[in-house]
């Protein structure tokens, strides 16, 4: 049974070809874990069983958060929707007052 916060850990080459998008996505994924199986609601035998990486205190969650941050460390920024309409407004303004000034 595969639960909804299962990560499967990825090796850093498969990382680094990644887009950063989907690196971002990892990112969330990864932050969206639980904090430890003491404070889980799994029980004993769910805990056994489990494949992949599910709580942030384990040693492969704490790897795989290092690799993704340090990939994304290197990434240009993607600016987020708030910047780009902030850019966006602001060569608007731009561009009126010089169409103002060209009129007269």
């Known amino acids: 049974m595969i639960r909804k916060h299962q990560l499967q850990h990825i090796d850093r080459p498969t990382l680094e070809t990644m887009s950063t998008k989907a690196l971002l996505g990892r990112l969330r994924a990864l932050l969206r874990c639980q904090e430890s199986a003491a404070v889980s609601d799994m029980m004993g035998d769910e805990l056994a069983c489990l494949t992949g990486i599910f709580f942030k205190d384990a040693p492969e969650w704490q790897?795989?958060?290092?690799d993704v941050k340090s990939i994304l460390a290197h990434r240009e920024h993607v600016p987020k929707s708030a910047e780009r309409r902030r850019k966006r407004l602001d060569?608007?303004?731009t561009s009126r007052s010089t169409e103002h000034h060209r009129r007269k």
């Open 63 to 66: 790897n795989a958060y290092a």
């Open 91 to 93: 060569r608007v303004r």
